[in-house]
């Protein structure tokens, strides 16, 4: 196993992760437009939130088994680690959903993870060029873009909400909503800020 | 002093360090079981975290006077950081219950600390096996469970919170000790983590 | 350009990123101590932002094409992160302020950003002494000192709102602001640690 190492597995485990991000991405965003069905949806979310977990601790099983790696070992943890983060993140979204038993469509919200399934789209075209590095550093730009309009969308709807809700109950649930959203997102941009350093390292 | 390092204080240190962590969160755990008495030892809780702040300045000054290090300066810079982060929260937790005047016993919040006393037993015993490196993936794994076990806990307890509080700031008071609590949980995973990645670069 | 590196750029661009955040720290200050005149104010802070951004963003754009560099590629990284990070909080205090339209003076806000004054100066000096070397361990510490007196501040102006406000929206708006003017603090003891670990390695 050492003396050959398929360091390729790497990246194909890294594509995987992005497929699970993007599919629960894809769930949450359905989950917010229909405002009904939560329960169902938010356990196909949970679902693929351990899927995730599974492939993390693959890619650190490998690591530990893999003498020769295709970038630094320290990176191919802290991109699993923050790959993992977003999943979390879009899974925490949908449990404040589900828990806050959150009804009505919030617009803003919807718009939100529809930055998040656009972030998510993006991871996935850039592990799939990870090997190759190609179009890397494009991607952290649009990923930093798009974390850019998420703030924009959250700081505005966050303000709106002091405006109009009188229930502070009610606002703070909304509130919380908004801000796991937006955390999701940043966690993309730190994925990107990983993919960033990895390319600094290699050229 | 450079010419001959004593690369077996850090081990001694990082010991003490998880002991101050163990005693802070069996103080802790006492004062939300008792629900009174809480300046006194939340005073306590006070000057364990300096202790190991103290603990912490130690290591980090050994760090510049020894030119061999037992694994890599910045994973000691790491994993002292993360012991210091579990300390605060544990200190930040026993502030919101003093600060915010929290009476009356919380069940949740009693097991959330319960967890904590098992993160930090986990802890020590690692800190006390990691010169030979025995079996800290194991703890690791350990310290991940506990952590999905708080973070259930936690999910359960504010969802309640949520459909039971009826007045808005007595809800944020307890919102927040939950959150906090499991923070400090999340951070004995983050230690985990360090752990982890220490373990890989040695093999 | 990569035969001749000249190194001495990052550190000029760090001084410049510190002389940002030092400008934004004192409109921020202003915009507490006077309560009017948020809006004008909050969109200096914003220019001076996006400035910021694009600082950070020369610096990663050297660090690409530089070969050798004045310390570790990782540390560049790292310090230029977090200074940005720091820029972007005290962004969002403003921000609060303009958009929870928080008015009338709050004595503890004015303190809080008279410390993230005093550490905007600790960090300018310590950037313009950062390739000598000189003396940055004693501003580190300072920083350590600054942010322990921060965390008291508001640890106590969050228990008197708990005491005093008894509107929970009220309450939720100011405790915010504290809270985000003591990550900014958090923070500026962030950069504080990568400068640690710079002069670790060094030494």
């Known amino acids: 196993m050492r003396l050959l190492p398929k360091t390729g597995r790497f990246f194909e485990k890294f594509v995987e992760q992005a497929a699970t991000i993007h599919e629960a991405a894809v769930l949450l965003l359905d989950m917010l437009e229909k405002s009904e069905g939560f329960e169902n949806t938010g356990a196909k979310i949970t679902d693929l939130e351990h899927r995730g977990d599974n492939i993390t601790h693959e890619i650190l099983t490998s690591l530990n088994q893999t003498f020769i790696t295709p970038f630094d070992r320290e990176d191919i943890h802290a991109l699993s680690s923050r790959l993992d983060d977003v999943l979390d993140l879009i899974e ?13 469509r919030m617009q803003p919200a919807v718009e939100l993870a529809q930055i998040i399934v656009r972030c998510a789209e993006r991871i996935k075209t850039a592990m799939a060029a990870l090997e190759r590095q190609d179009r890397i550093l494009d991607h952290c730009i649009e990923l930093n873009r798009l974390e850019n309009e998420g703030d924009r969308i959250s700081r505005v709807a966050i303000a709106q909400l002091f405006e109009q809700e009188r229930d502070p109950i009610t606002l703070i649930k909304r509130k919380e909503l908004y801000e796991v959203l937006e955390d999701a997102i940043d966690c993309c941009e730190d994925v990107a800020n990983v993919l960033e350093s990895v390319v600094l390292k290699s050229n």
Chains 1, 2, 3 share one sequence.
Do not use: C
């Open 92 to 104: 925490a979204a949908a449990n404040k959903v589900v828990f806050y038993k959150i009804t009505g």
